[in-house]
């Protein structure tokens, strides 16, 4: 999968539950890789952890929903009761990242994804060539806010 862009943004805009976050690309435009990182003012335990895979498509159609879900922050930090292809992509994220496999959030600690480049042979068979755009979130269950959230747009390359 070929990254094309990613970025972030965050809805605590009052600096309440974020310390600081960024995000960006590498360089490097052949082998692509995308970093995400924040720290936090305060520990955040229940969260909900938000996700959309979008395959767009060409008008009149509309966009292909590959996925759209929302769950338990603290159950996903933990692999707990989720479905397959949230599973494993947990699993991926665990050579990138230093994200706890439970809660709380430790405050002003900084947590990462750093050098990621999804590799499709980790994938069950994947034989198609598609832009995809991912967004995913993590948010307060109490205040509904968006504390941070990712935006990819990639190529699926054979």
């Not at 042979?121 to 994947?126: K, M, R, T």
Request: hydrophobic share 35%; proline share 5%.
């Amino acid at each position: 999968m070929q990254t094309d862009n990613f970025t972030c943004s965050s809805q605590d805009a009052d600096s309440q539950i974020l310390k600081e976050f960024n995000c960006g690309l590498s360089k490097n435009s052949k082998r692509r890789t995308w970093h995400f990182e924040f720290a936090l003012q305060q520990p955040v335990g229940e969260h909900d952890f938000l996700m959309k895979i979008v395959l767009p498509r060409q008008k009149p159609l509309a966009d292909f929903v590959l996925l759209d879900l929302t769950t338990d922050g603290c159950q996903l930090l933990a692999n707990r009761n989720q479905v397959p292809l949230v599973r494993l992509g947990r699993n991926i994220m665990n050579r990138f990242s230093n994200f706890p496999h439970q809660c709380p959030f430790q405050a002003n600690s900084t947590y990462y994804i750093r050098g990621f480049r999804m590799d499709l042979s980790v994938l069950p068979a994947v034989d198609m060539e598609t832009p995809v755009n991912i967004e995913f979130s993590y948010q307060g269950k109490r205040q509904a806010r968006r504390w941070i959230t990712g935006y990819l747009d990639a190529r699926v390359q054979r």
